[in-house]
């Protein structure tokens, strides 16, 4: 208790911005701890640290924390977290967005981020729903689910965040629940100290908007509900198709060393001078 109470008066804005507004039983305050003691963990001073958010209710999660942070237009944190890291590419840049904000507005930024493989970090929780915004359906949002913009069932099929992110090019992906939450810090930590584009997507149902709609119940039974589903990535390469059906792999689903966007343009910029330099000597 005493470590808990000492990372929340190191990393926590706690005199001026608390309490939070998220809803009794929201996962994102789960995911605020884990982020907090991996962020410890890795070493990285407060300075050192940018955390980028952009609209929903995981973009209240930067107003809260002691850091460097920008707390940016809907689907456009990406972009905003190039900038910084461009600009000093010294800084630990970490992106914490919804499934909305990052794979529907933010779809194009996401991949592309992945491809160019930036060194940063982005932490995607994904709810299936848009919550803040009065629980319209979002590109994870399951087919056949109720929503408020799918009253009689969602037409569309969801697509996988962490497989679209290792197909994108993604350095590193990993994936978790909120109720693993000692294993979703580390893998926020690994995700964090990755050279490269690093990707951990958290399973975090919206228990008040997506839960009731589709009476899934309510934070407890839904949380169980991803204890039961959720199966490690080595495990889950031993089981068949049949087998893996309505489950969720978690873990390291790739992890590689790719060239650093920074790097490979600092490169450039050399290569660059050295030219215009011959031609301007001749």
């Given amino acids: 208790m005493a470590e808990v109470t000492k990372l929340i008066h190191k990393y926590l804005r706690h005199e001026k ?8 039983g929201c996962g994102n305050g789960i995911v605020l701890g884990a982020l907090i003691r991996a962020i410890d963990r890795t070493g990285f001073t407060k300075d050192e640290i940018v955390l980028v958010s952009g609209i929903g209710c995981s973009g209240r999660l930067s107003v809260y924390v002691d850091f460097n942070t920008l707390h940016t237009t809907h689907g456009r944190a990406l972009t905003f977290a190039t900038g910084v890291k461009l600009a000093n590419p010294k800084l630990q840049v970490i992106v914490v967005m919804g499934d909305g904000d990052a794979t529907a507005i933010g779809g194009n930024h996401f991949i592309h981020a992945a491809r160019r493989n930036l060194n940063l970090t982005a932490i995607i929780i994904n709810n299936n729903i848009y919550g803040m915004t009065g ?40 994936r978790s629940t909120v109720y ?43 949380m169980e509900w991803q204890k039961q589903v959720a199966v490690k990535i080595e495990k889950a390469r031993t089981m068949t198709p049949e087998e ?18 920074t790097q490979e343009l600092r490169r450039v910029r050399e290569a660059a001078r050295v030219a215009l330099g011959e031609k301007s000597s001749q």
């Fill in 17 to 24: 911005k608390f309490p939070h507004v998220w809803c009794p």
């Fill in 135 to 174: 629980g319209q359906y979002s590109p994870t949002t399951p087919y056949g689910a109720i929503s408020a913009t799918s009253l009689y069932g969602n037409l569309e099929h969801a697509f996988s965040i962490a497989e679209l992110a290792v197909t994108a090019g993604a350095a590193w992906v990993g």
């Fill in 180 to 222: 693993h939450a000692t294993h979703l810090d580390q893998l926020m930590e690994q995700a964090i100290v990755k050279r490269g584009f690093a990707v951990v997507e958290v399973i975090s149902h919206c228990h008040t908007l997506y839960g009731r709609k589709n009476k899934l119940g309510g934070p407890v039974e839904m």
């Fill in 244 to 261: 893996l059906e309505g489950k969720i792999t978690i873990g390291v689903l790739t992890d590689r060393d790719l060239p650093i966007y």
